[in-house]
């Protein structure tokens, strides 16, 4: 099936037939990989839908706030572990190095576990203080059950890149995107309508908790080897890579979210639900380098640790070239028609269009510049990517409390397309500078001339 597809797309695209066994690779997986989200992103729009129209715009805004806080106390509890596990298993993986893979994963589990859970149980028991911080009453309830997603959760993003270490993408796809949505819509449907938002709470936990243990399981079923070897890797190491990764991430996502909870405090719980809507759906236009990501990230980090710079430059071309031309539907699509796609979730969600709008144009360079981030996690340069996502971040904060106050949910969209276009415009240039490599969709002889003109700086 994989190779009848890809020869159809040879038919269109002659180019294609030419690739090496490498990119020939990344475009088969790459579109197994975007089947899965396509499928993925339509299960979520429903969840999305059933989600606003079962709780109203107020409802939706309580539980995004509960969620965000969430989402931010299971970054903590990782302590960037995830990203550390996806290059360490994916460089020692590629040659198999068992003793370290799983080496890798005791030491990552362990402090990912005990990390979370000491952050679930902050969350339960402060509750009602964030209550009052947001001055939002009906909180308290709906955000001690979502304390208790936290551990699940942190368990789902370890499980799913220890597979995409191991190039088990569409399984890493499932337990990270797919499953907890799946199982969550008969939850949410049982549950929603009777508890309303404590309701909602209650499905995502279980819904949580049954993917990641499925993730466990998924791990064990593809790692039979491991148990031949004794666990051998230096916690050292791996600490030293993920917190600077941590700090990047609690940045990326404190940051990427803190537009909600501003928005909570300044504003009602309503605004928040017609804003974190529309910007669930904006990340439609970059979901596709998602996908090229969620396939060549492992491979960028086998072939660095190989010195094979060349080839990991056409590689990352062609995700970004593979990621524009499929967001191109959806940024005209966001771009004419916001308010009809906004009023999908209803009457109350239309006045959220030009938020679509603008945050939908953010994520459309997000797609041009290519899988930068990556590229520089996976090739050991995570501490740059830290600086410049902190110094980013340090703009949108500005941002955010210079536009949110008079403009609402405006001033949020705003603030959050400028912040996240600089981090990527950033990374793309550090990408440069430090590897030669060309990440946007130029032509291969443009890219190679641009890289020839000086030595990668170590």
Do not use: C
Not at 275 to 303: C, E, H, N, W
Not at 390 to 412: Q, R
């Amino acid at each position: 099936m994989q190779k009848q597809i890809l020869k159809i797309l040879t038919r269109f695209f002659p180019r294609l037939g030419k690739l090496d066994a490498q990119n020939k690779d990344m475009v088969r997986r790459t579109f197994n990989s975007m089947f899965l989200r396509v499928l993925r992103t339509g299960i979520s729009f429903g969840f999305n839908v059933l989600l606003a129209r079962t709780l109203g715009a107020e409802g939706a805004g309580v539980y995004a706030l509960a969620y965000t806080i969430t989402r931010i106390s299971s970054i903590v509890g990782r302590l960037g572990m995830d990203q550390a596990v996806l290059r360490f298993t994916a460089a020692n993986a590629s040659q198999q190095k068992w003793s370290e893979v799983r080496g890798v994963y005791a030491h990552s589990m362990l402090i990912t576990s005990v990390l979370s859970a000491l952050m679930g149980a902050v969350v339960f028991f402060a509750a009602p203080l964030l209550s009052i911080i947001f001055q939002e009453p009906t909180l308290t309830e709906p955000m001690r059950w979502m304390a208790l997603t936290i551990l699940p959760m942190s368990w789902t993003f370890m499980q799913a890149h220890l597979l995409q270490g191991i190039e088990k993408i569409e399984d890493a796809i499932f337990v990270q995107t797919m499953g907890v949505p799946i199982i969550n819509i008969p939850f949410l449907i049982l549950l929603g309508g009777v508890y309303g938002v404590t309701g909602a709470a209650m499905s995502l936990v279980l819904s949580t908790a049954i993917i990641a243990f499925l993730g466990m399981r998924l791990w064990k079923r593809y790692t039979p080897e491991l148990a031949q070897y004794t666990a051998n890797f230096d916690r050292q190491t791996l600490l030293q890579t993920s917190y600077p990764l941590f700090w990047t991430d609690v940045t990326l996502v404190f940051i990427g979210l803190s537009d909600v909870l501003l928005l909570g405090v300044f504003k009602d719980s309503a605004t928040v639900g017609v804003y974190d809507q529309a910007k669930r759906i904006s990340v439609l236009v970059s979901a596709f380098l998602g996908a090229t990501s969620y396939v060549a990230a492992p491979k960028f980090a086998a072939m660095y640790a190989k010195g094979e710079i060349d080839k990991l430059g056409r590689l990352a071309r062609n995700a970004a070239r593979l990621s524009v031309l499929v967001s191109l539907p959806y940024i005209l699509l966001f771009l004419l028609v916001p308010g009809w796609i906004m009023g999908v979730f209803g009457d109350e969600f239309v006045q959220g269009a030009p938020v679509l709008m603008i945050l939908a144009i953010g994520q459309f360079i997000n797609a041009i510049t290519g899988a930068v981030g990556f590229l520089l996690v996976m090739t050991g340069h995570e501490k740059i990517m830290r600086n410049i996502t902190l110094s980013t971040n340090a703009l949108k904060v500005v941002l955010f409390f210079l536009l949110i106050p008079p403009f609402g949910f405006i001033g949020a969209a705003l603030a959050t397309a400028i912040g996240d276009s600089a981090r990527n415009i950033l990374a793309f240039l550090q990408v440069y500078d430090k590897l030669k490599i060309i990440t946007i969709p130029v032509p291969d002889r443009v890219a190679k001339w641009l890289s020839t003109r000086s030595p990668v700086t170590p």
